[in-house]
């Protein structure tokens, strides 16, 4: 399957945690990446792999996988983490291709 | 580190193509890297739109494939997006990216900044 679902918005209290989630047939294959978007910027890589951490991406965000479902945590959520959060993957049908989540906005309250 | 940076036309006319380069600095196109082109409408997500590596393979968004050629010019170290017959549904800001790909991993580590691009007459 080339498609990633995302739920299109979530928010939590300042200073708790977080799960987004992102659900696909290909995250059995390969794990999600995830990406933070504030308005008017480019995409920042937050987690990859397993579950790593870009330099400078703080400790607060972490990444996990079962099944068909990735997730990104951020634990303590700040200010600053408001934004728009988004998931990729490859194909895994064998069509050599990038799919992406349609992103979750997130509030922080 | 590596930085890309878009370039090309702000405006296109409809029918017409659209035409953007994307500059590798600090790096090697050369690398065992994918070089993706993604694309945002206004209000919307990310799209993937192609990839290639400096070998010159390339794999496209079907939903794009037959309006997408994305080339390598390894002499420039710089790739570009070719987007014909395009229509006011492709006014987005664009986006290269370098993609990482290994055993059960995929991201895009290093994004340009973007650059808008309005279809409009």
């Known amino acids: 399957s080339s498609e990633l679902t995302q739920d299109p918005a979530v928010s939590v209290a300042l200073g708790q945690t977080v799960r987004i989630t992102c659900q696909g047939d290909?995250?059995?294959?390969?794990?999600a990446s995830w990406y933070q978007q504030k308005p008017g910027q480019a995409p920042v890589l937050v987690i990859y792999?397993?579950?790593n951490r870009p330099s400078g991406i703080p400790d607060r965000f972490s990444g996990s996988s079962s099944g068909n479902t990735a997730s990104l945590t951020i634990t303590g959520a700040q200010a600053e983490d408001e934004a728009d959060y988004y998931c990729?993957?490859?194909?895994?049908?064998?069509?050599?291709?990038?799919?992406f989540g349609g992103g979750t906005k997130l509030t922080v309250l | 580190q590596v930085q890309l940076q878009e370039s090309g036309p702000g405006l296109v006319k409809p029918s017409g193509t659209l035409s953007l380069t994307c500059a590798v600095s600090?790096?090697?196109?050369?690398?065992?890297?994918?070089w993706s082109w993604v694309r945002q409408p206004p209000g919307k997500g990310l799209e993937w739109i192609g990839e290639?590596?400096?070998?010159?393979?390339?794999n496209y968004n079907p939903s794009l494939k037959s309006r997408v050629t994305i080339s390598v010019d390894k002499s420039k170290n710089q790739f570009s997006l070719k987007l014909s017959s395009v229509t006011a549904a492709d006014t987005a800001v664009y986006y290269c990216?370098?993609?990482?790909?290994?055993?059960?991993?995929?991201?895009?580590?290093?994004w340009g900044k973007g650059t808008t691009v309005t279809v409009s007459s």
């Open positions: 990216a370098r993609g990482i790909y290994y055993s059960g991993t995929y991201y895009m580590d290093v």
């Open positions: 600090g790096g090697s196109i050369s690398s065992s890297n994918w």
């Open positions: 290639i590596y400096h070998s010159g393979s390339t």
């Open positions: 290909s995250l059995r294959s390969y794990y």
């Open positions: 792999g397993e579950n």
């Open positions: 990729i993957s490859r194909d895994s049908s064998g069509n050599h291709l990038v799919v």
